[in-house]
């Protein structure tokens, strides 16, 4: 009897760990977002950690464009790039570079000089709904690839990288 005892004391632990564990990756996954920054060096700097909530407390833009990737035109909505940059007082001017981060690791530079007023951003939204994991979301750099001829090149649409997590600047 006492074994039976030992044997369901120790699974109720191992429950309770692994509830604890899912816990704490529940909060740690609350960050729709990580910002690190490195120096030239390659040391990490500064991390941010945004929540979905906290992007969208920025102010708001939007465009409509088609992409290669998506059938019409689409209306996107989120925050610029220059001005997510500008919360965190980092520059867009210079030699710096973006490396952003997919989900499934798939990662792609931008070059810092991207950041700017009409350029890229990080949609939330698509056609007026919050974008899913399956729907290229919930995070997705996107170009307004109608507005200039410039955006519409193979560099810059490797640059709009879907299901984004995080973006490391490197100065």
Known sequence: MKTL????????FAFGVSMSCGAASAVASEAALTVTEKGGDGQITAQHHFTMEDLQQMPRVGF???TIWTSGVQQ?????????LATLELPTDGDGVL???????YSVE??????????????YERNGAVMS???????WIVYPFDSDPAYQTEAIYSRSIWQLEEITVTK
């Open 76 to 84: 996107f909505a989120g925050v610029s790039l220059v001005h997510l």
């Open 64 to 66: 409509d464009t088609a």
């Open 133 to 139: 994991l399956r729907d290229k979301g919930p995070l």
């Open 99 to 105: 490396t952003a981060r997919a989900i499934n690791d």
């Open 5 to 12: 005892y030992k044997r369901l004391a120790a699974l109720l």
């Open 110 to 123: 931008i070059p810092l000089a991207d950041a700017v007023e009409g350029g890229p951003i990080v949609a």
